[in-house]
Nanobody, 117 residues
């Protein structure tokens, strides 16, 4: 059974930076697409960024040029570098590991990011 543990969240002023980390265990990390999702109060969970096994990356438009996703297959970890943070980035950020054949999906518990002056 896969386990994902996020860290690195916190409170920051607008314009600040945070680096989220997701440590994983219990599955063959290199075979999984790793993603960061976020959920703000009263809103649906949103895909923020994803990185495939070949390090192909996707970003939602609202974070392009501000966030960078990366992965370290040797450490079985994925990261999200968040720069130029805005109040609308405030949410609980969740790490996700997924593969399609077979269909398997793991989630972390989340880490809170609050951007406020």
């Amino acid at each position: 059974q896969g386990q994902l543990v996020e860290s690195g969240g916190g409170s920051v002023q607008p314009g600040g930076s945070l680096r989220l980390s997701c440590a994983t265990s219990g599955f063959i990390f290199r075979l999984y697409r790793m993603s960061w999702y976020r959920q703000a109060p009263g809103k649906q969970r949103e895909l923020v960024a994803a990185i495939g096994s070949r390090r192909d990356a996707y970003y939602v438009d609202s974070v392009k040029d501000r966030f960078t996703i990366s992965r370290d297959n040797a450490k079985m970890a994925v990261y999200l570098q968040m720069n130029s943070l805005k109040p609308e980035d405030t949410a609980v950020y969740h790490c996700n590991a997924a593969r399609t054949s077979p269909s398997i999906d793991y989630w972390g518990q989340g880490t809170q990011v609050t951007v406020s002056s």
